[in-house]
């Protein structure tokens, strides 16, 4: 979005002030002219085109609608496409210790790569098995506060874990796409993607146990995404009540989020099953959305998020049929717009 798309959404009253602000400030000398209409005249007509844009212009700052309108669909559904086949060729799953799930690592560090950042690879072992975290960095551009973002990157062995958990996975990953291309965010933003989730979890906590506490004291938030696409879903928000303090105002801003695009949201406490345990087990505030698994859908649940009752949000969950049919993408793009609106509130504060 452009400065004057951004001012165009402005009320014109705000706008007016705003651009009579600007007529006040005394002109540098090296500065543009500005035209000398009143107020009311620069917010009822636009300026003129710039036919080339001066290579010393600042970027326009990052906007929650901004990363939001960046992340769709077709990106997101050609990374369950690669996860899927990756599972097709290994044994129709991609859990720790396999090939595939070797594979999936390659791939989404592949993708990190090509769009700019560094992959730390953090192995650890799991009985003998040996597994891996990915991490990367996007630099925050002042302070050293760390908003970390993480989703498990393995399936079970019983299917190809496209919903549970290639969602979480392909939504971070077109987050991390966008945001390598944009102005650097306040504070650094990280993206995890977990080994072993499955039957733990155990690549977080490896994550949070080699963090020395200076580390640790720098992650302001963390929040987690397993299964973001279940295909008769339930719009759950974290919501848990032995979360560490500050996760509530990590609930509230994703409600608030959420409400203000006009959507219902429903709380959820998984009492830290997922890749958040360890990190509410370290005081780190936790936040996070979930799509639903086994558990039916309630009538009222039906009622509000136009979803079948009495059957479950994803009754594929940890089963050979969790394959790319099982995802409901427009799901999938609505939460991960989601999270791309409430990470630009927490990292560019
Ligand atoms: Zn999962």
Request: aromatic residues 6%.
């Given at each position: 979005?452009?400065?004057?798309?951004?001012?165009?959404?402005?009320?014109?009253?705000?706008?007016g002030l705003l651009l009579a602000a600007c007529t006040?400030?005394?002109?540098?000398?090296?500065?543009?002219?500005?035209?000398?209409?009143?107020?009311?005249?620069?917010?009822?007509?636009?300026?003129?085109?710039?036919?080339?844009?001066?290579?010393?212009?600042?970027?326009?700052?990052?906007?929650?609608?901004?990363?939001?309108?960046?992340?769709?669909?077709?990106?997101?559904?050609?990374?369950?496409?690669?996860?899927?086949?990756?599972?097709?060729?290994?044994?129709?799953?991609?859990?720790?210790?396999?090939?595939?799930?070797?594979?999936?690592?390659?791939?989404?560090?592949?993708?990190?790569?090509?769009?700019?950042?560094?992959?730390?690879?953090?192995?650890?072992?799991?009985?003998?098995?040996?597994?891996?975290?990915?991490?990367?960095?996007?630099?925050?551009?002042?302070?050293?506060?760390?908003?970390?973002?993480?989703?498990?990157?393995?399936?079970?062995?019983?299917?190809?874990?496209?919903?549970?958990?290639?969602?979480?996975?392909?939504?971070?990953?077109?987050?991390?796409?966008?945001?390598?291309?944009?102005?650097?965010?306040?504070?650094?933003?990280?993206?995890?993607?977990?080994?072993?989730?499955?039957?733990?979890?155990?690549?977080?906590?490896?994550?949070?146990?080699?963090?020395?506490?200076?580390?640790?004291?720098?992650?302001?938030?963390?929040?987690?995404?397993?299964?973001?696409?279940?295909p008769n879903a339930v719009r759950f928000v974290y919501?848990?009540?032995?979360?560490?303090?500050?996760?509530?105002?990590?609930?509230?801003?994703?409600?608030?989020?959420?409400?203000?695009?006009?959507?219902?949201?429903?709380?959820?406490?998984?009492?830290?099953?997922?890749?958040?345990?360890?990190?509410?087990?370290?005081?780190?505030?936790?936040?996070?959305?979930?799509?639903?698994?086994?558990?039916?859908?309630?009538?009222a649940q039906a009622a509000l998020f136009g979803a079948?009752?009495?059957?479950?949000?994803?009754?594929?969950?940890?089963?050979?049929?969790?394959?790319?049919?099982?995802?409901?993408?427009?799901?999938?793009?609505?939460?991960?717009?989601?999270?791309?609106?409430?990470?630009?509130?927490?990292?560019?504060?």
């Open positions: 979005m452009t400065f004057r798309d951004q001012v165009a959404r402005i009320a014109p009253p705000v706008a006040t400030a005394a002109p540098q000398a090296n500065s543009p002219q500005i035209p000398t209409a009143s107020p009311v005249g620069i917010a009822a007509t636009p300026r003129p085109e710039v036919a080339t844009p001066s290579p010393t212009a600042i970027p326009p700052p990052m906007t929650g609608d901004a990363l939001a309108s960046l992340v769709d669909a077709p990106a997101m559904l050609a990374h369950l496409e690669a996860l899927q086949a990756i599972a097709d060729d290994h044994g129709r799953h991609r859990a720790t210790g396999s090939a595939g799930f070797e594979a999936s690592a390659a791939y989404v560090a592949g993708v990190l790569r090509s769009a700019g950042y560094d992959v730390e690879r953090q192995p650890f072992e799991v009985d003998g098995v040996a597994s891996v975290n990915l991490l990367v960095d996007q630099p925050g551009a002042a302070g050293d506060e760390v908003v970390a973002l993480g989703a498990h990157l393995d399936s079970v062995f019983a299917g190809p874990g496209i919903n549970d958990n290639g969602s979480g996975v392909a939504a971070l990953l077109v987050i991390a796409e966008q945001l390598r291309q944009l102005p650097a965010p306040r504070r650094t933003v990280r993206f995890a993607f977990w080994g072993a989730e499955e039957g733990g979890p155990f690549g977080s906590p490896a994550y949070v146990d080699e963090l020395d506490p200076a580390e640790l004291a720098r992650i302001t938030a963390y929040l987690n995404f397993d299964m973001l696409g279940s919501d848990e009540a032995e979360a560490a303090p500050g996760s509530q105002q990590l609930t509230d801003l994703f409600a608030a989020t959420i409400e203000d695009g006009g959507l219902p949201w429903e709380p959820i406490d998984l009492e830290g099953d997922s890749d958040h345990g360890p990190f509410t087990q370290a005081g780190i505030p936790t936040g996070g959305l979930f799509s639903g698994g086994i558990e039916p859908v309630t009538d079948r009752a009495g059957e479950p949000a994803d009754e594929c969950s940890h089963r050979a049929c969790d394959t790319l049919d099982n995802v409901d993408l427009a799901t999938l793009e609505e939460m991960t717009r989601i999270i791309a609106r409430v990470l630009v509130a927490l990292a560019v504060p």
